[in-house]
């Protein structure tokens, strides 16, 4: 007759406590009770299901009623030894109760009538209570005398995966262990172990799949592992094999997943959902392996050696592959991805169209602006950087050609000899109130030139996104203090400029053509391509508002010196200071805009653009 099959988890029951798995802080502190002899009437045993409670109180069973013990070492050959051993025929003075047919107050009351009489042929009577947590309020109560004051011949061991549904006062008078799930990288190394016994080729990249849908608990990755090699062919657990007959999510696909994410390759990302469909992946599976995945790559960006520390779990070249995308992404934008894939894998339950909610969740990773809050704003600063940091070289070039654009050459304005004749031949009287310059048009014909227009008083100025901003873009040449060179500042030009705007939109518009020239002695020469943009930066404060911008963006405190531009259109005739356009902020009030209501539009043309009045124009 052939011999019967067993489960795995069956055959490599653990035999001693040095067997079991990952229980290290349970097996010692019980070893060195079992060696000093001094072991207690009751423990209490608490995990997660399948991590080996019920086989270490077998195994303390077995130590304690040894003919050599008790000894954390069974000696293996005495009749007690044997029959507690792994599938061995049992004692029947170790006694092992389900609580969850036998948790009434009866059971208990029988229980505790038939402790009294001695044990038939070991040390110990020993009650093994496995799923205590069932045992009813009543039973614990009848039970709790003979716990508190047991007979000298019986001990106690209850076993539960819900250690606050046991009676505090039934837990005071325990020794309480708690078991905990098995690392992946320990389970990955005992399932190899049993291959090797069973003489099973398995690929290591299968086992770590394994280990992980094992979750932690040695039974279920036994099991597991039981499935797989049944159904293996004759070149043994494979990766292929094993992705397959468990449904789980081909690392390859999350792989290519959070590529496209870092690439912001949408046709590659859909693309990763398409093959997702066509494999008959379970999408809910798939978008769980995904938060998984984003977590691993959260905890490598803030935690250096989170490999060693067991943070992560995985087969090494899982994490090195984990570690390379963990640097090219940054971590408002990981954070970002992290929530966006958790708020879909909720919507997924019980979704209709789960395809259409991956596709909308793949919307949602490569559009950032969608969301307006704080997570939206750093994620986008987070791409602004990348994009620098990949590819200074462009950036540089793309600032220079900017600022060597010259400005265009304004129309000549327009001649005041149409309307010279009349004004030199009949003066206007004194009493007459002066009128600003009016366009020629108007003055051909003699119409009146409306008032300047009010502009309304500015509101409190809103608060400058700075701050956001200098937080993901980080400092360039490290503490303030440390002047970044011509190239950093050619660099960075772009990101300052938009520092610049959120302090004012006038110092924006007046530096908005600048160009970085030369770095000096802490002295940064800006070139602006006109005259009147030098006075005017040098006379109004725009500079400390640029230097405040550079501060901000790059840590550099830096003086500023506004010059002409050496590929500045130079002015030619007698209008070399001639107003530049007046342009009216109707967008946002600026800190510069508390008095405009005041002005005319002659002083504040004189005042904003360091325009010169060249004549005026009666009406």
Known sequence: MAPVSMALYRTYRPASLAEVVGQEHVTGPLTRALANDRTHHAYLFAGPRGCGKTSTARIMARSLNCEQGPTPTPCGVCQSCMDLAPNGAGSIDVIELDAASHGGVDDTRDLRERAMFAPASSRYKIYIIDEAHMVTSAGFNALLKLVEEPPPHVRFIFATTEVDKVLPTIRSRTHNYTFRLVSTRELQLHLASICEQEGVAADAAALALIARAGAGSVRDSLSILGQVIAGAGVEGVTYADTVMQLGMTDMTLL?????????????????????????????????????????????????????????????????????????????????????????????????????????????????PAIDADERGLRARLDQIERRLASAPADAVMAAKSVASVPPAVPASPPKLSAVAPSTAANPAPSAKKEAPAAPAAQATTGAKSPAAPKIPKAGPPAKPVVEEAVAVVGPIAGAIGDTPSLSDFVTMWPAVMDATKAYSRVAWMLFNASQPLTVADGTLAVGVPNAGQVNNARTSGHDERLRQAILDVMRADVRIDVVL??????????????SIAVIAEVDSPSVDDDDVDDESGIDLAIRALGATQIGEIEH
């Not at 803030?302 to 090219?328: C, F, N, W």
């Not at 992404?329 to 929530?339: F, N, Q, W």
């Open 255 to 367: 792989d290519e997943t959070v590529d496209a994410l870092i690439a912001r390759d949408g046709a590659a990302l859909f693309g990763t959902i398409e093959k997702v469909m066509d494999a008959g992946h379970e999408p809910r599976r798939f978008v769980s392996d995904l938060v998984e995945r984003l977590r691993d790559l959260i905890v490598l960006q803030h935690v250096p050696g989170a490999a060693a520390m067991s943070l992560i779990d995985g087969p090494d070249e899982l994490i090195a592959r984990e570690l390379e995308q963990a640097q090219l992404i940054g971590a408002a934008e990981l954070s970002r991805a992290a929530d966006v894939v958790s708020e879909a894998l909720s919507e997924l339950k019980g979704a209709t169209a789960p395809r259409l909610q991956l596709e909308l969740m793949c919307a949602r990773l490569l559009l």
């Open 565 to 578: 531009a050496p590929n500045a259109v130079a002015p030619t005739g007698g209008l070399a200071n001639e």
